[in-house]
């Protein structure tokens, strides 16, 4: 199924598979997202498939809200590579700290 986005106001609705054909679509949907909005609400429920390339363009996203100070929100129950990226990171992340450090957020 080809990737259809569905919106209202800052509500997301990302459809079909996300891959490395339907980018094109995905970026040029959300290309300057974060320069109109302050908070995006992706829901991923009825996403069918992502490729490695659906990840990372979620993930550029991801980091795109955070370089810009502003909320990006995944939601649904979706893909499992999809957690499995994110899972990961974090994991990594979290893995650099020496246990009995403090950290400041």
Known sequence: MDLQI???NNRFR????????SL??????????FQKLDEVILNIEHIESIDR???MALAK????????????????LGCKELYDHFKSEE???TASIPSGSIVAA
């Open 6 to 8: 569905t919106s209202y």
């Open 14 to 21: 990302i459809k079909g598979t996300l891959n490395k054909l």
């Open 24 to 33: 094109k679509t995905f970026d040029a949907h959300f290309s300057n997202i």
């Open 53 to 55: 390339a659906g990840v």
């Open 61 to 76: 996203l991801h980091n795109e809200s955070i370089n810009r100070s502003k909320k990006l929100s995944i939601i649904g």
């Open 91 to 93: 994991e990594t992340n």
